[in-house]
Nanobody, 115 residues
Framework: QVQLVESGGGLVQAGGSLRLSCAAS????????MAWYRQAPGKERELVAS???????NYADSVKGRFTIARDNAKDTVYLQMNSLKPEDTAVYYC?????????WGQGTQVTVSS
């Protein structure tokens, strides 16, 4: 069973940057699409970005041009580089496959962007 552990979150001022990491307990090479999701208090969990095993990416309109998703299959890790952060980016960030698999959800990592 795959276990995913997110890290790299923190408190940052608006306009700042963070890089999130998602470490897998086993190889993610066979997972066709990996993704980052986020959930703010009182809101539904939303898809932020995805990346295929071939490197094709897709982004939510709200983060397009600011966030970059990457994967390193050799390291069993998925990254999310977040630049030009805005207060509305504040949320708990999770990684998972796309489509999501319920058992893969980790604890997430908190990102807080101050104005």
């Amino acid at each position: 069973q795959v276990q995913l552990v997110e890290s790299g979150g923190g408190l940052v001022q608006a306009g700042g940057s963070l890089r999130l990491s998602c470490a897998a307990s086993r190889s993610i090479f066979s997972i066709n699409v990996m993704a980052w999701y986020r959930q703010a208090p009182g809101k539904e969990r939303e898809l932020v970005a995805s990346i295929t095993d071939g490197g094709s990416t897709n982004y939510a309109d709200s983060v397009k041009g600011r966030f970059t998703i990457a994967r390193d299959n050799a390291k069993d890790t998925v990254y999310l580089q977040m630049n030009s952060l805005k207060p509305e980016d504040t949320a708990v960030y999770y990684c998972n496959s796309l489509p999501r698999i319920r058992a893969y959800w980790g604890q997430g990592t908190q990102v807080t962007v101050s104005s």
